[in-house]
């Protein structure tokens, strides 16, 4: 069910204070893009399938450990095939609230903290 104008007005109108209010939040949410790694990709690939035929061929010859060995490769093979590629992080601008306090101090607090000084910013009428 598409939304109605007003709908729409009203969810751009939120989206806009949102990147306005809380640019911490949004860069910490959507910062990150993830590009897959293509070569860790082609490798796992090729370490699965010579494991799969290491392992097929260590139940052939009844050898235990030769089809162990193999499935010790095929499972580092997915793993090194399903690991997160290089993240591409965005710069956000530091909200004034940020800039007052050193980034060592903003490290050490804790989530909420974090929430309850935003909390007393917006309460004292900086936000």
Known sequence: MPLSEQEQRLLEEMERSLYHNDAEFVASVGGTRLRPNYRSIVLGVLAGVVGI?????????????????????????????LTPGRGVKATATPSPGQARRPAQARSQQGFMDKLNDRWDRRQDGQQ
């Open 53 to 81: 035929a290491t392992l097929v061929a260590g139940v052939a010859i009844q050898q235990l450990w030769l089809g162990v060995i193999g499935f010790i490769i095929m499972f580092g093979g997915v793993l090194l095939a």
